[in-house]
């Protein structure tokens, strides 16, 4: 079967870095997807990742090594409105996406 | 300048009743979707629709079916509603047929039924 595995909640610290987890196993892999959805909100995208390595933009990043079958979103400096759920998806071989339950992630004063 | 609409925000109805959310999308993008995410905020893909082709996920009751009056447009339709249809559901765009396309999704439309 198809699996993505994503804590389901985190706390942090504000002004901290936390690191989200995703692991995946899947038939293939084409590509995986960071989204962002706050409370009551559709998810926006934050990243995609296809090659393995970091690609940074801002405060976010993500690190993706296909042979391990594991990404993570970093995120530095938190912020108080960067606290939201944080989907990772996967798009198999047959090119359909493969959705996690998503990581709530808390961030205190 | 909304970019994936969806109407109603709130929808509430009796179990047994037939009821459509409408989504539009003004991006000119060639794919869009209906997910449904429950209370757990599991978010699930119900349906993919190109002009091409209409991919249904399999484990989806087939009381719900989209309809597509044109490449800006994929309603959904729901029959015989049921409790368990409770649920957010979100209609998402892409440019282009492939998946590995950013998703632009609408503000979610929340279904209860009673």
């Known amino acids: 079967g198809q699996n993505i595995d994503q804590p389901t909640e985190m706390t942090a610290t504000e002004g901290a870095i936390v690191q989200i987890n995703c692991t995946y196993q899947?038939?293939?892999?084409?590509?995986l997807f960071w989204y962002q959805q706050h409370a009551g909100e559709a998810p926006t995208f934050l990243s995609y990742?296809?090659l393995d390595g970091l690609e940074e933009k801002g405060r976010f990043s993500s690190f993706l090594s296909r042979s391990k079958g594991y990404s993570y979103l970093l995120l530095k400096e938190l912020q108080m409105k960067d606290s939201a759920s944080y989907l990772c998806?996967?798009?198999?071989?047959?090119?359909?996406?493969?959705w996690g339950a998503g990581t709530k992630l808390i961030i205190k004063p | 300048d909304t970019a994936v609409s969806q109407t109603p925000k709130y929808l509430v109805t009796q179990m047994g009743n037939d009821k459509s959310i409408k989504c539009e999308q003004n991006?000119?993008?060639?794919?869009m979707y209906w997910y449904k995410q429950d209370s757990k905020k599991f978010l699930k893909i119900m349906f993919s629709?190109?002009?091409?082709?209409?991919?249904i996920n399999e484990t989806v009751p087939n009381r719900f079916s989209p309809k597509s009056p044109d490449k800006a447009h994929l309603n959904l339709h729901i029959n015989s509603l049921e409790l368990g249809d409770s649920a957010v559901y979100f209609c998402?765009?892409?440019?282009?047929?492939?998946?590995?396309?950013?998703?632009?999704f609408g503000p979610g439309t929340r279904l209860t039924v009673l």
């Open positions: 998402a765009s892409s440019q282009g047929t492939e998946t590995y396309n950013e998703q632009f």
């Open positions: 991006l000119g993008h060639d794919t």
């Open positions: 629709y190109n002009n091409k082709e209409l991919i």
């Open positions: 899947t038939s293939g892999f084409n590509g």
């Open positions: 990742n296809v």
């Open positions: 998806a996967v798009v198999d071989s047959n090119y359909q996406l493969i």
